[in-house]
C-alpha cells in the first residue's frame, strides 16, 4: 500500500506543481511579460475581458500575491480558463477541446506501431547479437534516436509533398474534402499518412535501443541458458522466456509514451500545420496567447499525469516484486 | 582494461571521431570559414558554386561559413548543459541516495515530480516568457526539465552500492561521509556517469535544435537550430536551396548520434552483461 500511496501524492503534488508553474511563470519574469501582451490586445478586446486579464495575470492589481493565487485556483477548479485572444471570442476550453482529438488520433496511432515496430526488431536484433543484422540496426536505430525529428519532417514534406506529390502538405482536413463519409474518412488519412509515418521513425528507433540492451541482458542469465539446454525450441526461448521479460522495462516506457501522446509531436504537428495541440500551442506562443498557452500546458501536464499514475497501477498488476516491496 | 576497452570499441572510437572533427571545426572556425558567418553583402539565393561551396542564403550569407561557426554555439550548449544536469542528477542521485532519511524522501519526490513534467511542453513555456533571448535562457531551461531520469537511475544504483561490504567497511572504519561517497560510491559509477553526460548532451543537443527551430532562441545568433529557423522561414526547399536545410540538420544528427555512440559504447563497456558473447 506505500507504494500506492507514494504514486497519489506524486499524483497531487506534481498536479499542484503544474498548476502553479502557469502562476508563477508570468509573474516571475522581468517585466512581466503578460504586459505586452495586453497591450497588443487593447482595443480589440471587451473591457469585461481584458479585466479578467488583468487579474489573471497581475498585471496593474492592487491584490496581494496570494489573492491572486487563491482567485487563480478558483478559476481553475471551476473550469474558467479564460477566452483565447487568437481566436476571440472562442473561449480557450473550446479550442483545446477541438484540437485534442486529433492529436490524439495520430499520435497516439503513431505510437503504438512504433512500440510494437520497434520492440519487434529489438528482439530480432538482440537475439542475433553481434551478427551483421545488429551491426547495422544498432547505428541505424541510434541515428534515427539522435536525429531532429522536426527536420526530418520538413525532408518527408518535401520529398512526399512537394516533389513527388503523393501527398497533401499540410493541415488536417482540406476545407474540400469537407465532405464527410467516407471521402471525408479518405481525407482524414491521406493527411495523417505523412505525419504519422514521421512520428513512427523517429520514434522506433528508440524502442529499438531499450529493447535490444533488456534483451541482450535478459539472454546472458542462467534460466536462459537453462531453457536452451533442455533443448527448447529456439521460438520458445526467444519469445517465451527472454523477450517476455525484457518487455517489462519498455512497458512502463510504453505508458509513459502513452501519457506523452497528448503532447508529444508538437514539432511535427507544427512542421505539417497538423490541426492538434501541438500546433495550437504553437500558434498561441507566436501570438503572445498567454491564456491559450496556460491552458494547453496544463492540459498535456495533467494527461501525462494521468496516464503516469495509470501506468504505474498497471506495473502492480505486472510486477509481482512492486507488491511484495510494498509490503516489507 | 576498461580503458582499453574502450579504445578497441569501434562505436566508442566513431563516436569520438566525430566529435573531435566537430571540435576541430568549433576551435578553427575563424581560420576555415572562408567569410564571416553574419555578412550579408552576398548575392542572396546562390546555388553551390567556386566561391560559395553551399551556395548563400535568402539573407546573402554564406551557408558554409554559417555552418562551420554555428558548430560553436551548438557544442557549447551541448556540453555545458550536460555538465550542469550531471552536476544535478550527482547531486539529486548520489548523495540523496546515500544519505537516506527526509532529505532522500525531498530529493526523490522532485525527482518523480520533474520526471512527470512534459518536458517539451514546459520548455516551449518557458522560453515563450522569458523576454531576453539567447542561449543562456536555453540552457537554463534544457537544464531545469532534463535531470530527473538521470538522478533516478543514479539513486537506485547507490542504493544499491551503499548495501556493499565495502562501503559497510569504510563506514566502520571511521570516514566521513562526503569521502565515502567521492572515493567510493562515485568512482564505482564513473561509467554510469559517463553515459548519462553522453546521453544529456544528445538531448540537449536535439532540444536546443527544437527549441531554436520554433524561435524562441535568439534569432540573430549563427547556430545550427537559427539556421533551419531562417530555412523554414524563408522556404528554402521550396526556393531549391536544399543545402541550407538539409546541411544542418545533417551536422545535428552526426553530433548527436555521436553523443548517441558515445554513451551506448560507455555503457556496453562497464556493463559486462551488455558485451559480445
Same mark, same amino acid.
Given at each position: 500500500?506505500?507504494?500506492?500511496?507514494?504514486?497519489?501524492?506524486?499524483?497531487?503534488?506534481?498536479?499542484?506543481?503544474?498548476?502553479?508553474?502557469?502562476?508563477?511563470?508570468?509573474?516571475?519574469?522581468?517585466?512581466?511579460?503578460?504586459?505586452?501582451?495586453?497591450?497588443?490586445?487593447?482595443?480589440?478586446?471587451?473591457?469585461?475581458?481584458?479585466?479578467?486579464?488583468t487579474v489573471e495575470f497581475g498585471v496593474h492589481t492592487h491584490q496581494s500575491l496570494l489573492a491572486q493565487y487563491v482567485a487563480y485556483w478558483?478559476?481553475?477548479?471551476?473550469?474558467?480558463?479564460?477566452?483565447?485572444?487568437?481566436?476571440?471570442?472562442?473561449?480557450?476550453?473550446?479550442?483545446?477541446?477541438?484540437?485534442?482529438?486529433?492529436?490524439?488520433?495520430?499520435?497516439?496511432?503513431?505510437?503504438?506501431?512504433?512500440?510494437?515496430?520497434?520492440?519487434?526488431?529489438?528482439?530480432?536484433?538482440?537475439?542475433?547479437?553481434?551478427?551483421?543484422?545488429?551491426?547495422?540496426?544498432?547505428?541505424?536505430?541510434?541515428?534515427?534516436?539522435?536525429?531532429?525529428?522536426?527536420?526530418?519532417?520538413?525532408?518527408?514534406?518535401?520529398?512526399?509533398?512537394?516533389?513527388?506529390?503523393?501527398?497533401?502538405?499540410?493541415?488536417?482536413?482540406?476545407?474540400?474534402?469537407?465532405?464527410?463519409?467516407?471521402?471525408?474518412?479518405?481525407?482524414? #488519412?491521406?493527411?495523417?499518412?505523412?505525419?504519422?509515418?514521421?512520428?513512427?521513425?523517429?520514434?522506433?528507433?528508440?524502442?529499438?535501443?531499450?529493447?535490444?540492451?533488456?534483451?541482450?541482458? #535478459?539472454?546472458?542469465?542462467?534460466?536462459?541458458?537453462?531453457?536452451?539446454?533442455?533443448?527448447?525450441?529456439?521460438?520458445?526461448?526467444?519469445?517465451?522466456?527472454?523477450?517476455?521479460?525484457?518487455?517489462?522495462?519498455?512497458?512502463?516506457?510504453?505508458?509513459?509514451?502513452?501519457?506523452?501522446v497528448v503532447g508529444g509531436a508538437l514539432l511535427t504537428e507544427i512542421v505539417f500545420s497538423y490541426p492538434g495541440l501541438g500546433y495550437l500551442?504553437?500558434?498561441?506562443?507566436?501570438?503572445?496567447? *498567454?491564456?491559450?498557452?496556460?491552458?494547453?500546458?496544463?492540459?498535456?501536464?495533467?494527461? =501525462?499525469?494521468?496516464?503516469?499514475?495509470?501506468?504505474?497501477?498497471?506495473?502492480?498488476?505486472?510486477?509481482?516484486?512492486?507488491?511484495?516491496?510494498?509490503?516489507? | 582494461?576498461?580503458?582499453?576497452?574502450?579504445?578497441?570499441?569501434?562505436?566508442?572510437?566513431?563516436?569520438?571521431?566525430?566529435?573531435?572533427?566537430?571540435?576541430?571545426?568549433?576551435?578553427?572556425?575563424?581560420?576555415?570559414?572562408?567569410?564571416?558567418?553574419?555578412?550579408?553583402?552576398?548575392?542572396?539565393?546562390?546555388?553551390?558554386?567556386?566561391?560559395?561551396?553551399?551556395?548563400? $542564403?535568402?539573407?546573402?550569407?554564406?551557408?558554409?561559413?554559417?555552418?562551420?561557426?554555428?558548430?560553436?554555439?551548438?557544442?557549447?550548449?551541448?556540453?555545458?548543459?550536460?555538465?550542469? #544536469?550531471?552536476?544535478?542528477?550527482?547531486?539529486?542521485?548520489?548523495?540523496?541516495? *546515500?544519505?537516506?532519511?527526509?532529505?532522500?524522501?525531498?530529493?526523490?519526490?522532485?525527482?518523480?515530480?520533474?520526471?512527470?513534467?512534459?518536458?517539451?511542453?514546459?520548455?516551449?513555456?518557458?522560453?515563450? *516568457?522569458? $523576454?531576453?533571448?539567447?542561449?543562456?535562457?536555453?540552457?537554463? =531551461?534544457?537544464?531545469?526539465?532534463?535531470?530527473?531520469?538521470?538522478?533516478?537511475?543514479?539513486?537506485?544504483?547507490?542504493?544499491?552500492?551503499?548495501?556493499?561490504?565495502?562501503?559497510?567497511?569504510?563506514?566502520?572504519?571511521?570516514?566521513?561521509?562526503?569521502?565515502?561517497?567521492?572515493?567510493?560510491?562515485?568512482?564505482?559509477?564513473?561509467?554510469?556517469?559517463?553515459?548519462?553526460?553522453?546521453?544529456?548532451?544528445?538531448?540537449?543537443?536535439?532540444?536546443?535544435?527544437?527549441?531554436?527551430?520554433?524561435?524562441?532562441?535568439?534569432?540573430?545568433?549563427?547556430?545550427?537550430? $537559427?539556421?533551419? *529557423?531562417?530555412?523554414?522561414?524563408?522556404?528554402?526547399?521550396?526556393?531549391?536551396?536544399?543545402?541550407?536545410?538539409?546541411?544542418?540538420?545533417?551536422?545535428?544528427?552526426?553530433?548527436?548520434?555521436?553523443?548517441?555512440?558515445?554513451?551506448?559504447?560507455?555503457?556496453?563497456?562497464?556493463?559486462?552483461?551488455?558485451?559480445?558473447?
Amino acid at each position: 500500500m506505500r507504494y500506492l500511496t507514494r504514486r497519489v501524492l506524486v499524483l497531487l503534488l506534481t498536479g499542484w506543481a503544474a498548476l502553479t508553474i502557469n502562476f508563477v511563470l508570468p509573474r516571475l519574469m522581468p517585466g512581466n511579460p503578460a504586459e505586452v501582451m495586453l497591450a497588443r490586445f487593447q482595443g480589440r478586446l471587451s473591457p469585461r475581458a481584458l479585466a479578467a486579464l488583468t487579474v489573471e495575470f497581475g498585471v496593474h492589481t492592487h491584490q496581494s500575491l496570494l489573492a491572486q493565487y487563491v482567485a487563480y485556483w478558483g478559476h481553475m477548479l471551476t473550469g474558467n480558463f479564460g477566452l483565447s485572444l487568437t481566436y476571440y471570442p472562442a473561449s480557450v476550453a473550446q479550442m483545446v477541446a477541438q484540437a485534442f482529438p486529433w492529436t490524439l488520433g495520430l499520435v497516439g496511432i503513431s505510437t503504438l506501431i512504433a512500440f510494437i515496430l520497434g520492440t519487434g526488431i529489438g528482439i530480432a536484433a538482440a537475439w542475433r547479437h553481434g551478427s551483421r543484422l545488429d551491426g547495422v540496426l544498432l547505428p541505424v536505430s541510434l541515428l534515427l534516436n539522435s536525429m531532429p525529428y522536426f527536420w526530418f519532417a520538413l525532408l518527408m514534406l518535401y520529398l512526399f509533398g512537394f516533389v513527388l506529390g503523393w501527398f497533401p502538405v499540410g493541415g488536417g482536413l482540406n476545407l474540400a474534402h469537407q465532405a464527410g463519409g467516407w471521402a471525408g474518412l479518405g481525407a482524414i #488519412i491521406s493527411h495523417a499518412i505523412l505525419p504519422a509515418a514521421t512520428i513512427t521513425i523517429t520514434a522506433a528507433g528508440g524502442w529499438v535501443l531499450t529493447m535490444r540492451n533488456n534483451m541482450v541482458a #535478459i539472454l546472458g542469465e542462467d534460466f536462459v541458458k537453462f531453457a536452451r539446454a533442455k533443448g527448447l525450441p529456439d521460438r520458445v526461448v526467444e519469445f517465451r522466456y527472454a523477450a517476455r521479460n525484457a518487455i517489462l522495462p519498455n512497458f512502463t516506457g510504453f505508458a509513459m509514451a502513452i501519457g506523452f501522446v497528448v503532447g508529444g509531436a508538437l514539432l511535427t504537428e507544427i512542421v505539417f500545420s497538423y490541426p492538434g495541440l501541438g500546433y495550437l500551442l504553437y500558434e498561441a506562443v507566436l501570438n503572445l496567447d *498567454y491564456p491559450l498557452m496556460q491552458a494547453i500546458f496544463l492540459f498535456i501536464s495533467l494527461a =501525462v499525469l494521468v496516464a503516469n499514475f495509470l501506468a504505474d497501477l498497471a506495473y502492480i498488476l505486472l510486477d509481482p516484486r512492486v507488491r511484495a516491496v510494498g509490503r516489507s | 582494461m576498461t580503458l582499453r576497452a574502450f579504445l578497441t570499441n569501434r562505436r566508442a572510437m566513431a563516436g569520438a571521431g566525430i566529435l573531435v572533427f566537430f571540435a576541430l571545426l568549433a576551435g578553427l572556425a575563424p581560420l576555415i570559414a572562408p567569410y564571416s558567418p553574419t555578412n550579408i553583402n552576398f548575392p542572396p539565393m546562390l546555388g553551390p558554386s567556386a566561391a560559395h561551396l553551399l551556395g548563400t $542564403t535568402a539573407n546573402g550569407q554564406d551557408v558554409l561559413s554559417q555552418l562551420i561557426w554555428g558548430s560553436r554555439d551548438t557544442l557549447i550548449v551541448g556540453l555545458v548543459t550536460a555538465t550542469l #544536469i550531471s552536476g544535478i542528477q550527482l547531486i539529486v542521485g548520489i548523495f540523496g541516495g *546515500y544519505v537516506g532519511g527526509w532529505i532522500d524522501e525531498v530529493l526523490s519526490m522532485l525527482t518523480n515530480i520533474f520526471l512527470v513534467m512534459p518536458g517539451l511542453p514546459l520548455m516551449i513555456i518557458v522560453a515563450a *516568457y522569458v $523576454t531576453v533571448k539567447g542561449t543562456v535562457p536555453i540552457i537554463f =531551461v534544457i537544464t531545469v526539465t532534463g535531470w530527473a531520469w538521470g538522478a533516478r537511475v543514479l539513486r537506485s544504483q547507490t542504493l544499491t552500492l551503499r548495501s556493499q561490504a565495502f562501503v559497510e567497511a569504510a563506514q566502520l572504519s571511521g570516514e566521513s561521509r562526503w569521502r565515502i561517497v567521492l572515493t567510493h560510491i562515485v568512482p564505482n559509477m564513473a561509467g554510469i556517469l559517463v553515459a548519462n553526460f553522453f546521453g544529456a548532451a544528445l538531448y540537449a543537443v536535439l532540444s536546443e535544435a527544437g527549441l531554436e527551430f520554433l524561435g524562441l532562441g535568439n534569432v540573430n545568433t549563427v547556430t545550427w537550430g $537559427t539556421m533551419l *529557423y531562417w530555412a523554414e522561414n524563408d522556404e528554402a526547399l521550396l526556393m531549391g536551396l536544399w543545402q541550407w536545410m538539409v546541411l544542418p540538420g545533417v551536422c545535428i544528427a552526426l553530433l548527436g548520434t555521436a553523443f548517441g555512440l558515445l554513451n551506448f559504447a560507455v555503457d556496453e563497456v562497464v556493463n559486462p552483461r551488455l558485451r559480445r558473447t
